[in-house]
């Protein structure tokens, strides 16, 4: 497909544990950001790169956030010693551009920390 | 701080009626504030966009209505319709960053 995919679409793991997640961008779209919604609630912002660099990562809560865009496509957000309040739908988005315009989101990475 | 105030927090709508949500906001250097739909379990997907030079924009049977002196803007939905039951979300940001603050969110049932 055309749009923005990640992965896992689930992923259970427990307290302390390491997780990564994926996203790929629609082809061509030079910014890319990370959302995390919690239930019941709008999309939080984390950290957006524009190419390979992050060009705000103000959101991100800890230190126990990272995250990567290597070759300025796919990006991994990576979760360290995960704790139960990180549960939530991580959101990754696509755009093109440099300006304000339209964020194009994936389905989410529903993360459950038990 | 929440930046960008979103109500109701649902509403439910009779088909062919007129659904209206409402957002305000507190910075006064947000100039770009889109509306987005989001299904259960999708991303959200962009509807409709307004920035604070107009006043008001339609496309369809959306519009926004945007006071910037009152610091508030709405979501209309003419004819509302059962395939329209999604949660809508407001945003804002500003000129120089790319981050959107959203609004917490209205859940809008359109009943047939």
């Known amino acids: 497909g055309a749009g923005v995919s990640q992965t896992p679409s689930n992923k259970v793991t427990e307290k302390g544990k390491y997780v990564e997640l994926r996203c790929d961008p629609i082809s061509g779209h030079t910014a890319l950001y990370w959302y995390r919604q919690s239930l019941g609630q709008g999309p939080e912002f984390l950290i957006y790169?524009?190419?390979?660099?992050?060009?705000?990562d103000s959101g991100l809560p800890n230190d126990r956030f990272f995250a990567v865009r290597p070759e300025g496509s796919v990006s991994t957000l990576k979760i360290q010693r995960t704790e139960r309040g990180d549960s939530a739908v991580y959101l990754c988005?696509?755009?093109?551009?440099?300006?304000?315009?339209?964020?194009?989101f994936g389905e989410g990475s529903r993360l459950t920390v038990l | 701080q929440q930046q960008v105030k979103q109500s109701p927090q649902s509403l439910i709508v009779q088909k062919g009626g007129i659904s209206i949500i409402n957002c305000a906001y507190e910075n006064t250097a947000f100039d770009y504030f889109p509306w987005y739909q989001q299904f259960p379990g999708k991303g959200p997907a962009l509807l409709i966009a307004?920035?604070?030079?107009?006043s008001e924009k339609k496309e369809g049977r959306f519009t926004i209505s945007f006071n910037k002196s009152a610091k508030q803007f709405s979501l209309h939905i003419m004819d509302s319709q059962p395939g329209d039951s999604a949660t809508y979300f407001c945003a804002a940001s500003k000129t120089g960053r790319r981050a959107l603050t959203f609004g917490s969110g209205t859940r809008l049932q359109v009943q047939p």
């Open positions: 307004i920035r604070p030079d107009v």
């Open positions: 988005a696509s755009s093109v551009g440099q300006g304000a315009g339209e964020l194009f």
């Open positions: 790169f524009q190419g390979t660099g992050a060009a705000d």
